[in-house]
């Protein structure tokens, strides 16, 4: 006697990935599901099941006695580059009141993020501080950047002058002395630069000066003489 047995071509399985996006040497698995007989993987041919893979595109189909399914659904694995180091530049590092500095993270093949937790390729910023940023995509962070170090100057303000006294006689001179020019340099109305100048008769003043501009006139003191 002979027996004929009855079967069913193969259904179109699915297939899933735990990744679709792979970094330097990290490989992809694939697992086919829903084949009543042999799993075939297009890519490769390899009829193991699940399979580890690299970047590319797969389908597979199933076999059995009575045929080979359709294709299953596609999956694509891409790859990716882990993130690079960044370099900044900055236009200035001393910056004066209503003034802000601008730093540019550079070579950042994904996003950038500075440690103030802004996003993006520049940060305007106007207070001290030490910056630093990372680059982050899909395969991770960069290490942080070399540190820029921003230091904000604020406009210097007036002096105070003091003598020991108002009156001299004939070529007599006289001690004045500024004090309260901590944030630049001094500078007096006759064009002296210390902090304490002998003077005869007249009438002086001082300011003090920094990068960021000129303070305000100190107090005024008159010299006079007396025969």
């Known amino acids: 006697?002979?027996?004929?047995?009855?079967?069913?071509?193969?259904?179109?399985?699915?297939?899933?990935?735990?990744?679709?996006?792979i970094c330097g040497t990290q490989k992809a698995t694939l697992t086919a599901t829903g084949c009543a007989g042999t799993v075939t993987w297009t890519h490769n041919g390899t009829t193991q099941n699940p399979i580890q893979v690299g970047a590319g595109v797969?389908?597979?189909?199933?076999?059995?006695?009575?045929?080979?399914s359709l294709a299953s659904n596609s999956i694509q694995i891409s790859?990716?580059?882990?993130?690079?180091?960044?370099?900044?530049?900055?236009?200035?590092?001393?910056?004066?009141?209503?003034?802000?500095?601008?730093l540019t993270a550079n070579l950042c093949n994904g996003a950038v993020t500075w440690n103030t937790g802004s996003e993006g390729s520049v940060l305007n910023i106007s207070t001290s501080g030490?910056?630093?940023?990372?680059?982050?995509?899909?395969?991770?962070?960069?290490?942080?950047?070399?540190?820029?170090?921003?230091?904000?100057?604020?406009?210097?303000?007036?002096?105070?002058?003091?003598?020991?006294?108002?009156?001299?006689?004939?070529?007599?001179?006289?001690?004045?002395n500024a004090?309260?020019?901590?944030?630049?340099?001094?500078?007096?109305?006759?064009?002296?630069?210390?902090?304490?100048?002998?003077?005869?008769?007249?009438?002086?003043?001082a300011y003090c000066e920094n990068i960021c501009g000129k303070s305000g006139n100190s107090n005024t003191i008159t010299i006079g003489t007396s025969p």
């Open 130 to 176: 030490t910056y630093t940023a990372f680059c982050r995509n899909a395969c991770g962070e960069s290490s942080k950047t070399i540190q820029i170090i921003l230091q904000k100057v604020p406009l210097p303000t007036a002096p105070v002058i003091t003598s020991t006294r108002n009156v001299v006689c004939s070529y007599e001179v006289v001690a004045i």
């Open 179 to 205: 004090s309260q020019c901590t944030i630049g340099d001094l500078v007096w109305s006759n064009g002296a630069t210390s902090s304490t100048i002998n003077v005869g008769p007249g009438i002086y003043f």
């Open 79 to 102: 790859s990716g580059v882990l993130p690079n180091d960044l370099i900044i530049s900055v236009n200035k590092t001393l910056c004066c009141d209503g003034e802000y500095a601008t």
């Open 58 to 68: 797969y389908t597979a189909n199933c076999t059995n006695t009575c045929g080979i």
């Open 1 to 21: 006697s002979l027996q004929i047995q009855s079967g069913t071509a193969p259904n179109a399985q699915t297939i899933t990935a735990d990744i679709t996006n």
